[in-house]
């Protein structure tokens, strides 16, 4: 099975404003395979300009930022297609549509690299960036898992938080963790009515 990267797709809407969401991607065949579950605001974008920017970023602030609502980060036209870099992106990669594999549920969309550029170095994750992409990763399938396993989990994330976690970092993770209490709260809502 092929390795998945954790990323930041920046694509443009129909109306040329930026979008940021994670995504999981991998490498199959020399190209980038992106599968972005219906509906999705990426999809719609992906397939009606045909192009995408991978960013890759240790600030896991887009990442949490991304699903809690969080998604005016500063950006910079892209080199060479129709696109969106992040300013915070270590390297970042332009993507041109190549092939699409229907599905009902999760098409795979697959990308030829046109144009790709190192900022600064990566200088590896701490354990509590890993942590904050793990919940990030979580919180994107609440609702498909009970809130034991979701307890659980963050009980286990918490403690690379505890340890190693700077401003960022924590910032993040308050973002993920209020996420998760709200919609706990709608469960708990849901069981009383």
Same mark, same amino acid.
């Given at each position: 099975m092929p390795m998945i990267y954790e990323t930041i797709i920046s694509s443009l809407?129909?109306?040329?404003?930026?979008?940021?969401?994670?995504f999981g991607t991998r490498e199959r065949d020399g190209l980038i395979l992106i599968a972005p579950f219906r509906p999705s605001s990426s999809l719609d974008n992906l397939?009606?300009?045909?192009?995408?920017?991978m960013n890759l970023t240790d600030?896991?602030?887009i990442f949490a930022g991304a699903l809690t609502g969080r998604r005016d980060w500063p950006v910079r036209r892209a080199d060479k297609i129709n696109g969106v870099v992040l300013e915070s992106a270590l &390297?970042?990669?332009?993507?041109?549509l190549?092939?699409?594999?229907?599905? +009902?549920?999760?098409?795979?969309?697959?990308?030829?690299?046109?144009?790709?550029?190192?900022?600064r170095p990566f200088r590896g994750f701490n354990r509590a960036q890993a942590a904050v992409i793990e919940l990030a990763v979580l919180v994107s399938r609440l609702h498909m898992l009970p809130v034991e396993k979701i307890d659980a989990e963050i009980a286990y994330l918490q403690i690379?938080?505890?340890?190693? &976690?700077?401003?960022?970092?924590l910032q993040a993770w308050q973002w993920l963790i +209020?996420?998760?209490d709200n919609h706990k709260s709608a469960i708990r809502m849901e069981n009383l009515a």
């Open positions: 809407d129909a109306s040329n404003q930026p979008h940021i969401a994670p397939l009606h300009h045909r192009c995408a920017v600030d896991v602030r &390297a970042h990669r332009e993507l041109e190549v092939e699409i594999r229907e599905d +009902e549920t999760r098409p795979e969309l697959y990308f030829k690299v046109v144009h790709e550029a190192q900022h690379a938080v505890e340890k190693t &976690a700077g401003e960022h970092e +209020e996420c998760v």
